[in-house]
């Protein structure tokens, strides 16, 4: 599994930005797909992530203003809508991808995934 991650660069704040990430289509019939950040210095955290069917969570500092999506036609990809952006949103993020079974919502833990992406970098500038 392949995943690339695109869309970041440098906005001021109160601004949006929506980063993506893509892969080859998921044929898994259950996955978790996430979206982390890591600020320099600091651990690795999970901002979004997504069922297969569509159920979301979000760290409680987005919520309300990032939204996670997406669409798996003849490739699979992972949107995060990043609205109000503030200057503590900048850092590099990344998309994750799990295939599981028997979850209803999927974990915002790093540790839960196993397959990552490159890395985007989000600067959020006051």
């Known amino acids: 599994v392949h995943l690339v991650e695109s869309g970041g660069g440098s906005v001021q704040s109160g601004q949006s930005l929506r980063v993506s990430c893509a892969t080859s289509r998921l044929t898994y019939s259950q996955y978790c797909m996430g979206w982390f950040r890591q600020a320099p210095g600091k651990e690795r955290e999970g901002v979004a992530s997504?069922?297969?069917?569509?159920?979301?969570?979000y760290a409680d500092s987005v919520k309300g203003r990032f939204t996670i999506s997406q669409e798996n036609a003849k490739a699979t990809m992972v949107y995060l809508q990043m609205d109000s952006l503030k200057p503590e949103d900048t850092a590099m993020y990344y998309c994750?991808?799990?295939?599981?079974?028997?979850?209803?919502?999927?974990?915002?833990?790093?540790?839960?995934?196993?397959?990552w992406g490159q890395g985007t970098q989000v600067t959020v500038s006051s």
């Open positions: 994750a991808l799990r295939p599981t079974l028997g979850y209803t919502r999927c974990p915002l833990e790093p540790s839960f995934y196993g397959y």
């Open positions: 997504i069922l297969r069917d569509g159920t979301t969570s």
